[in-house]
């Protein structure tokens, strides 16, 4: 498979982009000017634009989930807040994927991946394997973690890591700081939950998507 990897940092994003960005208004997290490094080559006029409008959608998905939680533990608890996530994240990343298909002319898919998933669905595939096992690599040398934008024979790939966060403990942290109704909760719904014993700043997983050739 032929594949042009390229590298975006994202901690230092503004700017104007360019396609399809106004459809999805919340702030970038990566940078306005993507740059070239050792691990990849500098990006396309095309691939810069669609690589920022698709890290515009994470920036979106984050932006509308996060609430959606805060709003399920403030009314029911963590235990509530898993159910919230349940229905919430999928379908979230149902309708994003149908806007931005829809007003690109092409295939597009976005989710949430993990190496350790608490949803069986979102277990990685080879190429987002390889990815977060790269971040993994990272994390543990010190190394700023950086989404990634790779041209492939399936179209453009984007990726962008997930850190774990205060309020993601208490549901993901160490299994006997959790609460119990809430740990009753997981085992119903994810018998095979992997997602447990997390720190804030670990990697967590990863935003990713892939946009498909242009349809006719």
Request: hydrophobic residues 40%; charged residues 30%; glycine residues 8%.
């Given at each position: 498979m032929n594949t042009?990897?390229?590298?975006?940092?994202?901690?230092?994003?503004?700017?104007?982009?360019?396609?399809?960005?106004?459809?999805?208004?919340?702030?970038?997290?990566?940078?306005?000017?993507?740059?070239?490094?050792?691990?990849?080559?500098?990006?396309?006029?095309?691939?810069?634009s669609q690589a920022r409008a698709i890290l515009k959608v994470f920036d979106r998905f984050q932006g509308r989930l996060k609430p959606e939680l805060?709003?399920?533990?403030?009314?029911?608890?963590?235990?509530?807040?898993?159910?919230?996530?349940?229905?919430?994240?999928?379908?979230?990343?149902?309708?994003?994927?149908?806007?931005?298909?829809?007003?690109?002319?092409?295939?597009?898919?976005?989710?949430?991946?993990?190496?350790?998933?608490?949803n069986s669905a979102n277990a990685p595939d080879g190429f987002e394997a390889k990815i977060l096992e790269q971040w993994l690599g990272?994390?543990?040398?010190?190394?700023?973690?950086?989404?990634?934008?790779?041209?492939?024979?399936?179209g453009l790939r984007v990726m962008k890591p997930i850190r774990a966060q205060g309020m993601c403990l208490a549901c993901h942290g160490q299994a006997g700081a959790i609460e119990a109704a809430t740990r009753a909760r997981l085992r119903s719904l994810y018998p095979e939950d992997r997602a447990l014993g997390y720190q804030a700043g670990d990697l967590r997983g990863a935003f990713s998507a892939v946009l498909g050739p242009e349809r006719p």
């Open positions: 042009r990897s390229h590298w975006f940092s994202p901690a230092r994003a503004t700017g104007a982009l360019l396609v399809a960005l106004t459809l999805f208004g919340a702030a970038c997290a990566c940078d306005s000017d993507p740059r070239s490094g050792p691990r990849g080559e500098a990006p396309s006029r095309e691939a810069e805060k709003a399920a533990i403030a009314a029911g608890g963590t235990a509530g807040a898993i159910d919230r996530c349940h229905t919430v994240s999928p379908e979230l990343a149902q309708q994003m994927s149908r806007t931005f298909a829809k007003e690109a002319r092409a295939k597009f898919t976005v989710r949430r991946v993990s190496d350790r998933p608490r990272d994390l543990a040398a010190g190394r700023e973690l950086q989404a990634v934008v790779r041209e492939t024979d399936e």
